[in-house]
C-alpha cells in the first residue's frame, strides 16, 4: 500500500543538475547545491523536474543524480521528477528513482501526446503500482502540457491513493483566486503546493508548499521569505521582519522576475548559478543562448544581492 505520509510540504527547493565543459552531469557541483539548500533550511528538494531538465539524461545519469542528492541531503528528502515519452517508461523511471532512494516522485501527466482524464487515470494508476511505497505528487503543468487536473479528478487520485500532493501554478490569467481552497475542499489531506516564483515571492495564496528553483540557488534568502509568510509577515510592511526577509524578498523577486523575462528559464537559472559560484554549461536541451542583454540583466541583479 502507498505510503501516505506527504513530505510534500514547506519549502521545496528544485537544483538544476550541473555540467560540467564537456556537457556531463557534474555530481560534485550538485552535491554542493543540494548540501547547502538543505543547510540552509529548506524542507526537501527536488532533483530532474523543469529545473532539473531531467529529461535530457539517460537512466544511469539520473540514477546517479538521485543517489548524490539523497547522500548529500543527509536525510532530508529528496524527490524526483519522473516523465517520458510513453506510460510504461515513466513506470520504468519511476520505479528505479524509488530504487536510488527518492522519497517521492513528481509526475506531471504527460506521455507523448496530451491526455486526457481517463489516460491521466490509468497514467498514475500505473505508477502507484510501479512505485507502490512512494508517494506521488501531481505536476500541473497546464500551459506547457495543454491539461489542467480538476479539483475533482484530482479528488480521485488522491481517494484511490494513486496521489497524496500537487503542484500547481501559483498564478494563470485564466484562473480565479481561491484556487488553493478549491482543491483542499475537494481534496480533503491532499498537500497543495504552488510553483512560479515571481507569483510566489508577490502575494500568491497561502500553501502548504512552494516548489522553486530559485531556492536552490539563494536557499537561505528563500528560507527567510518563506518562513516570514508563514509566520505573518510578507516582507513589504505587515508586522515585525526580524528575519531579512524584506530585502530578500526585494531582491528574490528581482531575480525571478529577470530569469522569466529571458523566455528560457531554466538556461537563466544555469546562468544565475555560474554568477553566485557554481560554474555550469547550459543545459543539454537549450537550443538557443540567453542573449548578451538577458547575461547583463542577470549579473547586474545577482550583484545586487543583499
Not at 105 to 117: I, S
Not at 174 to 182: D, F, K, N, Q
Not at 188 to 201: E, F, K, R
Amino acid at each position: 500500500m502507498r505510503r501516505m505520509t506527504s513530505a510534500f510540504t514547506g519549502l521545496l527547493a528544485y537544483p538544476i543538475t550541473p555540467l560540467d565543459a564537456d556537457g556531463d552531469v557534474d555530481l560534485d557541483a550538485l552535491e554542493v547545491l543540494v548540501g547547502r539548500a538543505v543547510e540552509a533550511g529548506t524542507d526537501g528538494v527536488v532533483v530532474l523536474a523543469t529545473s532539473g531538465a531531467g529529461t535530457s539524461f539517460d537512466d544511469d545519469e539520473r540514477d546517479a543524480v538521485v543517489r548524490v542528492a539523497v547522500s548529500a541531503a543527509g536525510g532530508a528528502p529528496v524527490h524526483a521528477g519522473v516523465a517520458g515519452g510513453s506510460a510504461h517508461r515513466v513506470a520504468g523511471r519511476a520505479r528505479a528513482m524509488a530504487d536510488a532512494g527518492a522519497a517521492g516522485l513528481v509526475l506531471p501527466p504527460f506521455a507523448y501526446l496530451p491526455l486526457d482524464d481517463a489516460e491521466v487515470r490509468a497514467l498514475y494508476a500505473r505508477v502507484a503500482a510501479a512505485a507502490p511505497e512512494s508517494p506521488v505528487c501531481f505536476y500541473n503543468k497546464p500551459v506547457q502540457l495543454g491539461y489542467d487536473v480538476s479539483p475533482a479528478l484530482l479528488a480521485d487520485l488522491v481517494a484511490d491513493r494513486s496521489v497524496v500532493a500537487v503542484k500547481d501554478p501559483a498564478a494563470l490569467p485564466s484562473r480565479p483566486s481561491g484556487r488553493v481552497a478549491g482543491l483542499r475542499d475537494a481534496a480533503p489531506g491532499v498537500a497543495v503546493g504552488l510553483s512560479g516564483d515571481a507569483a510566489l515571492l508577490d502575494g500568491a495564496e497561502a500553501a502548504d508548499a512552494w516548489h522553486t528553483g530559485l531556492a536552490a540557488l539563494a536557499p537561505a534568502e528563500y528560507v527567510a521569505v518563506r518562513r516570514a509568510r508563514v509566520a505573518g509577515l510578507d516582507g513589504g510592511g505587515r508586522g515585525q521582519d526580524t528575519g531579512g526577509a524584506a530585502p530578500a524578498r526585494a531582491w528574490l523577486l528581482d531575480l525571478a522576475r529577470a530569469v522569466a523575462a529571458t523566455g528560457r528559464p531554466v538556461t537563466a537559472l544555469h546562468a544565475v548559478a555560474s554568477l553566485l559560484g557554481t560554474p555550469t554549461a547550459p543545459p543539454r536541451d537549450a537550443l538557443v543562448p540567453l542573449t548578451a542583454a538577458d547575461e547583463a540583466v542577470l549579473r547586474d541583479v545577482v550583484a545586487r544581492r543583499p
